[in-house]
């Protein structure tokens, strides 16, 4: 693979110079600021702070893409948001569901098989383009959500909002391309700024059941 070849793969793109995506580039930075607020809204909880810390290097990543526009800036784009998902899968499994180490380590193994076998099936929505790759997320958030219901009742609310801000910013995701002609600057952006709220409000939701677990209101 060609590591320096340059993609063009959004409206707001019409050359491979370096700004050539200004507001797709930008909007990035709801990202770091999202990772920024949670940071400190996640004192004395590791796990909430590394997943802040990932939150900003997605941002960092996805500006990368967004102004080179190469093969390796577009794995530096997609890693992180990978190391983001996986790491929430583990954190559910751990503190929603109470797994021990091993056991959530194990679950969470299962997102690969999971996402190769659901990933394709949400590919042959042609309508979904290349968002097909991130409706697997919002359909395991769904089953989360779904069967925490009974048992944390507060978090299922919280995953289900996270679910609906996924679903409509993934629709700004896939529109983007589909109405260039009649929007030049394209619909990415938003995707980048609500996704950036989604990722915070997801975090958001693990801190506070944590806090809610200190107090012993919820299952251990």
Known sequence: MDWTRQIDAY???TDFTFWAEPVNAATN????LAALVMWRR??????????AAVLAVIGVGSFLFHTLATEWA???DVLPILCFILLYVFVANRTYWGLGLWPAL???ALFF???AVTGPLFGRLGWLGSSAGYA??????????LALGRRLPEVAAGLGLGVGLLAVSLTFRTIDLPVCAALPLGTHFVWHLLNAVMLGWMIEVYRQHVRRASRGAVPG
């Open 106 to 108: 194990g679950l969470t």
């Open 136 to 145: 697997p997320v919002a359909l395991l958030i769904l089953v989360y959500a």
């Open 74 to 76: 577009s794995m530096a």
């Open 29 to 32: 930075a709801a990202f770091v």
């Open 113 to 115: 098989p999971y996402a």
């Open 42 to 51: 996640c004192d004395g909880m590791p796990l909430g702070r590394a997943l």
């Open 11 to 13: 409206c707001e793109r």
